[in-house]
């Protein structure tokens, strides 16, 4: 079975800085494989990014995938107060068929 | 606008049963793939099952085979989940999902309901 696993665990910024989320796979996999989602609390989750680069619908362009083989990027270019959550990587194949990374949560 | 309405959870004792439902609406339901996904108090996600575009193909997580049932309504545009022989671990929030499949292959979820909380407890 593939494994992901996200770093780091918990990420401290500020507004206005630069973050950068990894989500790296035991396995080297396709990048039209892999997805990310933004969880609030008490919220369902939203799609971000799909096919490691694609935005989704609605997203805004500071959101931006990337990476290939073993290791992904998600990077949020300049945060924004409403940016803090708790980040997934999804992953496409194996058994099970979709699996999620544990999180990243970012906070201030 | 999409939405999806999920509902039907609630408090169940260990071995019991509850059926989950949601509602579709916004898009023509019978042209795609549907999921449920679980979320534990305090925890991550985690899929739990898929089916097709006409309810042939199913798919499920190992820990809910032959518990689990997920089915579909086309003319109702409604997503279900039967979920029998409940167990403490299964307790969550559970979410449906529209499925979405990449031109080259790979799968992710591009609209979620809000959830509807299932607990198992005596």
């Known amino acids: 079975d593939i494994v992901l696993t996200q770093s780091p665990g918990t990420l401290s910024l500020s507004p206005g800085e630069r973050a950068t989320l990894s989500c790296r796979t035991s396995q080297s996999v396709r990048s039209s494989y892999l997805a990310w989602y933004q969880q609030k609390p008490g919220q369902a989750p939203r799609l971000l990014i799909y096919?490691?680069?694609s935005r989704a619908t609605g997203i805004p362009d500071r959101f931006s995938g990337s990476g290939s083989g073993t290791d992904f990027t998600l990077t949020i270019s300049r945060l924004e107060p409403e940016d803090f959550a708790v980040y997934y990587c999804q992953l496409y194949g194996g058994s099970p068929p979709n699996t999620f990374g544990q999180g990243t949560k970012l906070e201030i | 606008e999409i939405q999806l309405v999920d509902s039907g959870g609630g408090l169940v004792q260990p071995g019991g049963s509850l059926r989950l439902s949601c509602a579709a609406s916004g898009f023509t339901f019978s042209n795609y793939w549907m999921t449920w996904v679980r979320q534990a108090p305090g925890m991550g996600l985690e899929w739990v099952a898929n089916i097709n575009k006409v309810g042939s193909e199913k798919y499920y997580l190992d820990s809910v085979k032959g518990r689990f049932t997920i089915s579909r309504d086309s003319a109702k545009n409604s997503l279900y989940l039967q979920m029998d022989s409940l167990r403490a671990e299964d307790t969550a929030v559970y979410f449906c999902?529209?499925?979405?499949?990449?031109?080259?292959?790979?799968?992710?979820?591009?609209?979620w309901g809000h959830g509807t909380l299932v607990t198992v407890s005596s």
């Open positions: 096919a490691a680069s």
């Open positions: 999902a529209r499925l979405r499949s990449t031109d080259y292959g790979g799968e992710y979820f591009d609209y």
